[in-house]
Nanobody
Framework: QVHLVESGGGLVQPGGSLRLSCAAS??????????IGWYRQVGGEPREFVAS???????IYSDSVKGRFTISRDNAKNTAYLRMNSLKPEDSAVYYC???????????????WGQGTLVSVSS
């Protein structure tokens, strides 16, 4: 498995933008063989799927972020990204990236969860 580290969170006003990064560590040479997913979690609630990208750059988005968020990857940099535009207060959460696989149009996480990065949307 590949170890992933999230970064790029912060405080942003409603309507603003952020770009989150998901970087592979020393095992990064395996990054390109994994599908990557982004999830978010608020408090003790279950993690919510946000978006995923396959090794062939096919993407899936949750309905709540479709049209506002964009997932991408740069295998040369062993990094995936989540560009978040038109942010809303309800987007506030800890965001996690994880390696996994897409089956029948659904992303299944199989890697270890990292520490996440906190996104706060507030005026």
């Amino acid at each position: 498995q590949v170890h992933l580290v999230e970064s790029g969170g912060g405080l942003v006003q409603p309507g603003g933008s952020l770009r989150l990064s998901c970087a592979a560590s020393a095992s990064g040479r395996r990054f390109k063989v994994y599908d990557i997913g982004w999830y978010r979690q608020v408090g003790g609630e279950p993690r919510e799927f946000v978006a995923s990208i396959t090794t062939s750059n096919m993407t899936i988005y949750s309905d709540s972020v479709k049209g506002r968020f964009t997932i991408s990857r740069d295998n040369a940099k062993n990094t995936a990204y989540l560009r978040m535009n038109s942010l809303k207060p309800e987007d506030s959460a800890v965001y996690y990236c994880v390696s996994g696989e897409v089956y029948s149009g659904n992303f299944a996480p199989i890697g270890a969860w990292g520490q996440g990065t906190l996104v706060s949307v507030s005026s």
